[in-house]
């Protein structure tokens, strides 16, 4: 089945220690999303790319980076992790159609100690 | 700009009891609508969507109709069960610069009870 994959489900970093949260899709969907999601809140959009069109959200903090190499993959780069990233970080992907649906990946866990 | 207001739970009910979880909308022209579910510990699924006016979405015993006049798109199901516990969150695609992007409500938490 086509789907969003995202590794790894669970990741353990230390506060200050660059840590890369992967995604990758099989729906060839030209935009893809990364979203952090904190305990009993929607998710928020950090940045997205349409294609390799980078689109950073305002508010999104400089420690957040990403990379997309190529259609199916695109990383979460967070250059030093503080306490408060510790997050569910979600992958989806999407169409430039109007109208159509994201599809979005399990998530990875991140703590931070 | 696009905005959706959801209803806030958390909302617990008995195996069986009619569920309704209400959604409205703010939004310039025609957006599409959709209901996304959320269980623990894992990714937003699609469970249902709308893309324009008197559209009903359904699925698993879930509907929504798009309602344009009261910009409405209110979840319902008949009879819900102990798996249907999950946090729900409405959500709307529109029709303006930035329109890949999904605006989302809040989420609202639901817990059936055998």
């Known amino acids: 089945d086509a789907m969003v994959i995202q590794n790894p489900r669970y990741q353990v970093t230390q506060f200050g220690k660059p840590v890369t949260l992967s995604c990758s899709q099989t729906l060839n969907h030209n935009v893809m999303y990364w979203y952090q999601q904190k305990s009993s809140q929607a998710p928020k959009l950090l940045f997205h790319y349409y294609d390799k069109d980078f689109n950073n959200e305002a508010d999104t903090p400089d420690n957040f980076q990403s990379r997309r190499p190529n259609t199916s993959f695109c990383f979460l780069d967070i250059r030093s992790p503080g306490l408060g990233d510790a997050a569910m970080y979600l992958c989806a992907t999407s169409t430039r159609l109007t109208g159509r649906e994201q599809y979005f990946g399990p998530g990875t866990r991140l703590t931070v100690t | 700009g696009d905005s959706v207001t959801q209803m806030e739970g958390p909302v617990t009910l008995s195996e069986e009891a009619f569920l309704t979880i209400n959604c409205t909308y703010t939004a310039t022209g025609y957006p599409s609508l959709f209901w996304y579910v959320q269980y623990p510990g894992e990714g937003l699924q699609l469970l249902l969507k709308?893309?324009?006016?008197?559209d009903k979405g359904s699925n698993k015993g879930f509907e929504a109709t798009y309602r344009k006049e009261t910009t409405s798109f209110h979840l319902e199901k008949g009879s819900v069960q102990v798996s249907d516990s999950a946090v729900y969150f409405c959500?709307?695609?529109?029709?303006?610069?930035?329109?890949?992007?999904?605006?989302f409500g809040k989420g609202t938490k639901l817990t059936v009870n055998p």
């Open positions: 959500a709307l695609r529109g029709t303006q610069g930035g329109s890949e992007k999904l605006v």
């Open positions: 709308a893309t324009k006016a008197d």
